[in-house]
């Protein structure tokens, strides 16, 4: 099968050096393997986004010289297939309406590791006096149990430590979980480089795919940059917004980030001849096997 990668930012602002990291990272594992690279707006999420981002994002990318394959996806227009895949779901006795709070499942949920489980308040019918608010997939004994291509075997069990998960939301919006596999498989994706942020979510994924007969992926999950306080470099945190004004010394960082050892007259280079060095020279093997790295 050939080689299909995907970059997939959120327009919840500008690109920053965090999101430039992976996106340099998926672009160079795509064409070190001869293979194509797609983009696609994450734009699911209305109350965090921030008008205008999606452009600037994409502006942002082909001053960077990167080069996609096809037309942009945006997941806003491709509510009819999600909602196919929830049908089917519910045909497959898969899902169900919960009624359940945030509130609700923090008085009543089990800590772990990975947040606060789902208790299965709403498994086998709502409760009285509860009305249908989000829809949930319901989970398995099932452990699920990946080689992640920089961060090793990873093993987890979405029924022992997230419960049942959300795949549409309260507020109307298709969760995230149901949506990037749909896309996923509607694209032919064959591997996903992106950020450790996302590694604990890989499971429910992979637990959806073998739900849907979807063939699984492989993942290579990036260290992500973290600020002085330990936070992950993001939007929200008010991480600075590329130096478009010096893109070459952008580049050459976060290949220095990814652990690739370029040249040190590269920070001098043109675009071009960066992006010729980062593709021929590329390893995955070298990036660091570990979820953070500051800035």
């Known amino acids: ?22 996106a340099v990272a ?31 994002i994409i502006m942002t990318l082909e001053a960077c010289g990167f080069e996609w394959d096809g037309e942009i996806i945006y997941q806003s227009q491709r509510s009819n297939y999600y909602e196919q895949v929830l049908d089917q779901l519910k045909e497959l006795e898969l899902s169900y309406p919960c009624g359940c ?53 990873i093993n987890l069990d979405p ?3 997230t419960g049942d998960f959300v795949i549409k939301r309260a507020d109307g919006e298709y969760a995230y979980q149901l949506a990037v596999v749909v896309d996923d ?4 994706i064959t591997e ?15 637990y959806l795919q073998r739900a849907l007969n979807y063939t699984t992926p492989s993942y290579a999950h ?10 992950k470099l993001s939007k929200q945190n008010l991480a600075k917004a590329i130096d478009k004004s010096n893109l070459p010394a952008s580049l050459y960082q976060a290949l220095c980030y990814l652990n690739q050892a ?21 390893q995955i093997t070298n990036v660091i096997k570990q979820l953070s790295i500051p800035q």
């Open 101 to 153: 709070s945030r509130a609700d499942i923090t008085a009543s949920g089990q800590q772990t590791s990975l947040g606060v489980r789902y208790p299965g308040t709403c498994r086998e019918g709502l409760p009285k006096g509860k009305s249908p608010r989000s829809i949930r997939m319901k989970t398995s004994t099932e452990k699920i149990t990946f080689v992640d291509k920089i961060q090793g075997e």
């Open 185 to 188: 498989a509607l694209q032919n």
């Open 192 to 206: 996903i480089v992106r950020g450790s942020d996302l590694l604990n979510l890989t499971t429910r994924q992979i």
């Open 222 to 231: 990036v260290p992500v940059l973290v600020n002085q306080l330990g936070d």
């Open 1 to 22: 099968m050939d080689y299909i990668g995907r970059f997939a930012p959120s327009p919840t602002g500008p690109l920053h050096m965090g999101s430039l990291v992976t």
């Open 262 to 282: 370029p040249p040190k007259d590269l920070i001098h280079a043109e675009i071009n001849e960066i992006w010729e060095w980062a593709t021929m020279n590329w």
């Open 159 to 161: 029924e022992q430590d």
């Open 26 to 56: 998926s672009y160079c594992q795509a064409k070190s393997k001869q293979g194509k690279w797609l983009l696609r707006i994450e734009d699911l999420d209305p109350p965090r986004e921030i008008e205008g981002a999606s452009n600037d």
